[in-house]
């Protein structure tokens, strides 16, 4: 959904220089206190400690689970990593053994504001955490509460069969996503003091199963528009056709998409635009047939009926089919490519069900009437009653074929055909054999046409009222389309991925958990991308200015407990805390031959020579501080 633009296309630039082939992924979830509580208390940490165990020992989890670095927190995730683990790490006794208060003084620590492990701080929820300075034991600590933090958890994407799903621009792996639900529900575990949800597991799966879940009302909506079409006609073939025009436009629809590289895949190609088909299709039909059939009542013989009745409706159709094509068109001027295509896929299909249902059967339905020839006028009250219960079956068995050609062209079309033989096919030589046996067995037979299309004669009164009185009437309508343009002012711009999915689902509450606890936008990092000779030491603090710059701004940014704006570490970072560290100056002359000098007191080295030479060092061993404790891996 991402529109063009320098932001934009910088982000495709940072995804191909930082492409890996690492088949190495990570989930996000969210862990909270299913009370609203404090999810930082002993009892909680303990349970998804356990849950957390439970996962590790899970047999069908270790086939997945890996160990990933994780660059902002410069920790290791081992198959499973939260805050419980640093706790547990940093008690003699662990939680098991620990009480509240000495849980309490462990996070204390581990989260302080010169601590190392202070970038746990990250995992916190930012809205509702809060810190107090207080005394356990005697002892002055700052007792941390959150209601909610993340949990990392590391697997391998090739551990899974290769079964995908394009959700949003995206390949999802359906067996990944069903294990991820599987790795959600263990952490949940009992939810006595804690559960867990994860952040976008699974939005294939989600999305297939909202297609599944939709299919049921497409397919209903196109039930209920084959019998208007056939009640009002006053046809069983009409009613049929109809399905069988829909379905050869859906497939067109698909086939079309296909060809010129839309994503057929996107949810808004597959439950949006088939809606509106469907809608478009129908009314086309009923003005094209329905004024075929205002001639035949007339007395126009048949072969003549469909010139006259199509001349008729052909400035109004071919007016209705280009402004609402052009409507549609107008959203390739959005930038965004999922809705420009969204504007193409729909005036594509408009033009499908124009030709399709408003030329080409209508005059089906008239050939179909020809060949059957004239009918029974005798037919008993009972078999009558047979006959309409019998279309409203097909009717729905139709409304099925055309729907899965909607949700599964792949398969669709072997249900298409069959509808074709068995509801049109068929019953058309059954038809005109029952009609050629009545003609020859002389019984009374009628060639009456019965529904005039546009037959419902209070909506045709109401018509020439409103247009008669109209002084009324355009006074009423502009102060409708005044309203119109007030309300539209205040429709909320832009879409959200919840938006597509039920509010019942995990995906979306876990969205909607995640603004809650990391406010809107969830907490991402983001990151400025910098181009250029790193080794230089004005490039370094160009970087560091630019920080400078960006916190004293008065953008939202998310900023610690202390209101500065939180930044990860970064190549300034390593050289500025080798370059004092008189243990990391002595490792990297010896390794590399190259002495580190500051002799303007920037605390950065004098030289590029210099500079790259802590890279070179720093790529296979560790950064250590003034006193020698390691502060970033070769990894991180």
């Not at 630039?13 to 609203?36: I, K, M, N």
Request: charged share 20%; with cysteine.
């Amino acid at each position: 959904f991402d529109p063009s633009g320098e932001i934009y296309d910088t982000a495709e630039r940072v995804d191909d220089v930082f492409a890996t082939s690492s088949p190495l992924r990570s989930a996000l979830y969210l862990v909270e206190a299913p009370d609203g509580g404090d999810a930082l208390s002993r009892e909680a940490l303990l349970e998804l400690q356990q849950n957390q165990e439970a996962l590790l020992a899970d047999e069908e989890s270790q086939e997945h689970l890996a160990t990933l670095f994780n660059r902002d927190l410069g920790i290791a995730v081992e198959g499973v990593y939260s805050i419980a683990d640093a706790v547990d790490d940093a008690l003699p006794a662990g939680l098991a053994g620990a009480t509240d208060a000495e849980v309490k003084v462990a996070l204390g620590e581990l989260l302080a504001d010169d601590a190392p492990t202070n970038g746990l701080r990250f995992l916190l929820s930012t809205t509702s955490t809060m810190r107090d300075p207080t005394t356990v034991d005697g002892q002055d600590v700052v007792v941390w509460e959150s209601p909610a933090f993340y949990a990392f958890v590391a697997y391998d994407i090739d551990s899974f069969d290769s079964a995908t799903a394009d959700s949003f621009g995206d390949e999802s792996n359906l067996d990944a996503e069903r294990w991820l639900r599987d790795v959600q529900t263990i952490l949940r575990g009992d939810e006595e003091a804690v559960t867990a949800i994860g952040i976008f597991i699974d939005v294939g799966l989600v999305g297939e199963e909202q297609g599944a879940a939709a299919a049921p009302y497409i397919f209903g909506a196109i039930a209920f528009v084959l019998i208007i079409a056939g009640s009002l006609l006053r046809s069983y073939w009409a009613g049929m056709l109809v399905g069988a025009g829909l379905g050869v436009v859906m497939m067109s629809y698909n086939g079309i998409n296909a060809l010129i590289g839309l994503k057929t895949g996107s949810p808004l190609l597959i439950m949006i635009v088939p809606i509106s088909l469907i809608s478009f299709g129908v009314d086309f039909f009923i003005h094209g047939s329905g004024r075929t059939r205002e001639e035949q009542v007339d007395g126009v013989p048949r072969d003549r009926a469909y010139p006259l009745g199509e001349t008729a409706v052909f400035a109004a159709l071919l007016l209705a089919v280009l402004s609402s094509a052009a409507a549609f068109l107008s959203n390739s001027v959005s930038g965004i490519e999922a809705i420009i295509e969204f504007g193409i896929a729909a005036a594509i299909g408009l033009l499908l069900c124009y030709a399709v249902l408003g030329w080409i059967v209508p005059k089906l339905l008239l050939s179909i009437e020809g060949g059957l020839g004239p009918r029974p006028s005798d037919l008993s009250h009972l078999r009558l009653v047979g006959q309409k219960v019998g279309f409203v079956v097909a009717a729905f068995i139709g409304g099925i074929a055309v729907t899965l050609a909607i949700v599964f062209p792949a398969a669709g079309w072997v249900a298409y055909l069959l509808f074709l033989a068995l509801f049109l096919y068929v019953p058309f030589l059954l038809t005109r054999r029952r009609n050629r046996r009545a003609a020859d067995a002389g019984r009374t037979t009628t060639d009456e046409v019965r529904g005039a299309g546009h037959g419902f004669r209070a909506a045709g009164s109401l018509v020439h009222f409103l247009a008669r009185w109209r002084v009324f009437t355009l006074p009423a309508v502009a102060l409708l389309a005044v309203l119109g343009l007030a309300g539209a002012s205040r429709v909320e711009e832009g879409f959200e991925i919840k938006d597509f999915f039920s509010s019942d689902t995990d995906l979306v509450r876990g969205l909607e958990k995640n603004e809650q606890y990391f406010g809107e936008g969830g907490g991402d990092l983001d990151y400025v991308f910098v181009e250029g000779d790193l080794t230089d030491p004005d490039a370094l603090l160009a970087i560091e200015a630019t920080e400078a710059e960006l916190d004293e701004s008065d953008a939202e940014f998310r900023r610690d407990f202390n209101g500065d704006v939180e930044f990860s570490p970064n190549a300034a970072t390593v050289v500025r805390i080798a370059t004092a560290s008189e243990a990391m100056t002595e490792a990297v002359l010896a390794e590399t031959g190259v002495e580190i000098t500051d002799t303007d007191g920037d605390g950065l080295p004098d030289t590029a020579e210099q500079v790259r030479a802590i890279y070179q060092y720093s790529a296979s061993d560790s950064v250590v501080d003034a006193d020698g404790a390691e502060v970033f891996t070769p990894d991180q």
